[in-house]
């Protein structure tokens, strides 16, 4: 959701049409779309939270979807917060006539409690399908039940039914009960939880899925030469980036996916550019959607990393999540069809709006996610430049390169030493950069070397610079075992 702290559907009530949010208890993460009647606000409730900070709660209510634009007005017409009073209690006037109809989009925690319960078909015959009643939507695994009880649920983005004509409400990725639902005016992304896993554990379960166990075995040495999770992000980017068929003793292609497995099960690390800690699971799905704007395009890509970020986004959000066998699957998927893609995302210059409220579509969706997540500048241009329809596939006027050496995927984001094993003739600095003393050869590092990628026309030229490249690569991968 856009807001973090948002006011609940007691407080603000909620349309028909509207998506609601489950924000508490087991409700939490659940997504309810409301069919018909209205939930009404709880005026007392209301005047009690007006009345402790008037400023805080205009702010936030100008937060809620439907009341933007409007709140001021809607608070004089619907609170009363004059010395009027309402006739009766809101609440009791909404559910009086049970005239709601709401239908269950994805259980939430609810999911987990049907599976132990043994009651998990139970359960998916009732997502999808509309449900009459006075509140409850859903009452049928004993203590564990899903009401439409406002307090435990915010109206979220997506407010109104699309026409027949939108392609909106739309799931982009269902699997086996895994949904990322992308709705509306915005974007709410619910999926079921799968256990936590180790290195270990991720790349059997992978391997296993996708038939190729060997072939992640092979690369293990080259992922074990990389031992921290920026180094991972690193190889993940860089196996792709470069397309080598091989790298060093192994395939490229699994060397990619291992790199991902095993970055997306570690603990995760602190980001001193953005200041956040970042868990493995965000790292992974965020670096791989931002491989497949940047250096690998693969059919239906804006789907491809929606379903990405989605997954980054909710990991982000909700510690204790983690992917389901079915989305760690189709993410390895992903990985390999980016390694074996011939094609990269060219936008002409110049910047790209923000995803407008109102949007559609998957592009429109990574390109809200990624802003939420935050990320390097030019990151959120290239999504907001797919979003705007600037940005277009083109083929690799090269190649694909046969093998690429184990060292390839040190640079400086993450060693920043190299510089100090460059034995080379190195780039003039300019005089301008003395705080930067290394900013020119990082540059012709990233130009000459780990930057290239035959999809944009570019490999590493051989000659003394590249010599002097990989001699510092080895030096600096050497010291960290």
Partial sequence: MRCRDPLTADITGAPAGSLLVGVGGTTRGALVRLEQGELVPEWSTVRKRYAASPADFLRRLRAVPFLRDKADAWLTEHFHLGPAAPPADARRRALAGGGLVATLLAPGPLAAFAEEAGRAAELAKLVGAPQASAEPILSCLGRHSLSLHPPFFAVTEGLGRPPATSPLPRVILDADGDLYLVEGGGWCVQARAGPGRTPEACLAEVGAALGCASGLAA??????????????????????????????????????????????????QFNPETQVFVRGVTAAAKRLAVVLAEDAWVEAGADAAARLLAGAY?????????????????????CLRAHASVAALEAPPGPSPAVPDGAAGGAAAASWLIDQLRSFPGDLELFRALAAGRARPRPAPLPRPGLAPLEHAVDQHWAPDVALYFDGEAPPEPRAETSRPFAALFAALFARVTGTNFRRGSAPEPGPFLDSVRRAQRRALEIRR
């Fill in 219 to 268: 690369a293990q040495p080259v992922v074990d030469a990389y031992p921290t999770p920026g180094a991972l992000k690193s190889l993940l980017q860089k196996a792709i980036r470069s397309g080598a068929a091989r790298w060093a003793n192994a395939s490229g292609a699994h060397v990619a996916l291992a790199a991902f497995c095993t970055l997306l099960a570690s603990s995760g």
């Fill in 314 to 334: 909710l990991a982000a959000r909700e510690p204790g999540w983690f992917p389901s066998g079915a989305v760690l699957a189709d993410w390895a998927r992903l």
